[in-house]
């Protein structure tokens, strides 16, 4: 089996209300890139990007000279063709190479008769446990879905995920407001819901100090873990030291040298989870193959994936029971591409474009600073502060 041709193509999938986050927003649509590699027996491999529009295919079909006459089996092959450590310290290739080699573990799979998850050692579950992505959101200017921002807004969102999705374990993204608004929401959720568990992740905007006061104030709910509260890992190790919660990272250990550094300063609690970036359904394919061969898969899983209207795969979007996800059941990742949708969705990015991640499209002037000072204000808070309530005047809108 030799790789004969490697292909990508831009989508934009609508969202059901925008995302906001601590850094900026998803913009009402997530934007990926997804790859295709066919090889010469005609067989075609997927995988999945996050983002880059334009630059990521220039990106991906650059690599097609690195890749042609390749055997998809030699992973580890792929993976010093691509990202030797040195020769990449330029052209920093590591998303690129995740795409691709989703794509060649999907064709071994289907040229095997196997699935993604008998190469990673075979499943140990047959469905993975998934938590909650709850969001500030604003409203979708055509359907007025969303507009989430105060506790009770934020509560009667989860519990329709909850009836929706059966999820048991919510995840808030927080530092978009105030670290008092997040506490808030934070503890208004965990009293809603007693028997299911909580995780906090303002993706590093607070100061280290304020993230010690908050994690402390929060140490009586039913906590996964805090993640990200501050920036870097000596923040992260003071933290840890101050406060009882498990602590968890996707932004200061993203690479086995970091790894290394944050085993010897003791600066996280390691336990396992899936991340996510705002996957559609190749990627979630391959979260859910790795989530059934982890055997201390220690938290349930994130996903983006239930604030997407639709998908690219052919079916119905894949769907949570009792907040799980199945492992699908055909070789490789198990799913196909439907190309109609593909080249709508690809349409649609042609015409929309991509979105600054980064920026707030209601606040043009701002932008985020580590750690954050210049936070959003709640409308609520805006018109008739609550009493009790922590005031910030430095919203910038």
């Known amino acids: 089996m030799k790789i004969v041709d490697l292909r990508a193509t831009t989508v934009a999938v609508p969202l059901e209300a925008p995302l906001r986050h601590a850094n900026g927003a998803h913009w009402g649509r997530f934007v990926r890139t997804i790859v295709e590699v066919e090889t010469d027996d005609g067989l075609i491999g997927l995988g999945e990007m996050g983002g880059g529009g334009e630059a990521a295919e220039t990106s991906i079909r650059a690599l097609k000279p690195y890749l042609v006459g390749h055997d998809p089996l030699q992973l580890e092959q792929l993976y010093w063709k691509i990202c030797n450590p040195t020769a990449s310290l330029y052209n920093n290739r590591a998303q690129l190479h995740a795409a691709i080699e989703f794509a060649c573990m999907d064709l071994a799979g289907k040229k095997l008769g196997i699935r993604a998850c008998d190469m990673l050692g075979g499943a140990l579950r047959e469905e993975v446990p998934f938590a909650s992505y709850l969001f500030y959101r604003y409203a979708d200017p055509k359907t007025g879905l969303g507009g989430e921002e105060t506790a009770d807004q934020m509560v009667a969102a989860a519990r329709k995920l909850k009836r929706e999705h059966g999820f048991r374990?919510?995840?808030?993204?927080?530092?978009?407001?105030?670290?008092?608004?997040?506490?808030?929401?934070?503890?208004?959720?965990?009293?809603?819901?007693?028997?299911?568990?909580?995780?906090?992740?303002?993706?590093?905007?607070?100061?280290?100090?304020?993230?010690i006061r908050i994690g402390r104030a929060i140490e009586t709910v039913r906590n996964d873990y805090f993640e990200d509260p501050c920036w870097g890992l000596e923040g992260m190790r003071r933290v840890r030291s101050f406060v009882k919660i498990p602590?968890?990272?996707?932004?200061?250990?993203v690479n086995f040298e970091q790894l290394a550094a944050c085993i010897r300063l003791n600066a996280i609690e390691?336990?396992?989870?899936?991340?996510?970036?705002?996957?559609?359904?190749?990627?979630?394919?391959?979260?859910?193959?790795?989530?059934?061969?982890?055997?201390?898969?220690?938290?349930?899983?994130?996903?983006?994936?239930?604030?997407?209207?639709?998908?690219?795969?052919?079916?119905?979007?894949?769907?949570?029971?009792?907040?799980?996800?199945?492992?699908?059941?055909?070789?490789?990742?198990?799913?196909?591409?439907?190309?109609?949708?593909?080249?709508?969705?690809?349409?649609l990015f042609r015409s929309t474009g991509g979105y600054d991640y980064d920026r707030d499209p209601q606040r043009p002037q701002w932008f985020a600073v580590v750690p954050e000072t210049r936070f959003a204000q709640p409308k609520e808070s805006r018109k008739a502060p609550k009493k009790g309530r922590s005031q910030n005047t430095s919203d910038r809108k």
């Open 169 to 211: 374990s919510h995840k808030l993204k927080g530092g978009v407001f105030p670290p008092d608004h997040d506490l808030e929401v934070y503890l208004a959720l965990a009293a809603e819901f007693p028997e299911d568990s909580f995780r906090l992740d303002p993706n590093a905007a607070w100061s280290v100090e304020e993230s």
């Open 247 to 253: 602590t968890a990272t996707n932004t200061v250990v």
């Open 270 to 347: 390691w336990g396992i989870s899936i991340h996510s970036s705002g996957e559609l359904g190749i990627q979630l394919a391959t979260m859910l193959h790795l989530g059934a061969a982890i055997p201390n898969l220690t938290f349930a899983a994130d996903a983006h994936y239930h604030h997407l209207t639709d998908d690219i795969l052919k079916g119905c979007k894949m769907r949570y029971i009792d907040g799980k996800s199945a492992v699908p059941t055909g070789n490789g990742l198990g799913g196909e591409l439907d190309h109609d949708k593909l080249q709508l969705y690809a349409e």
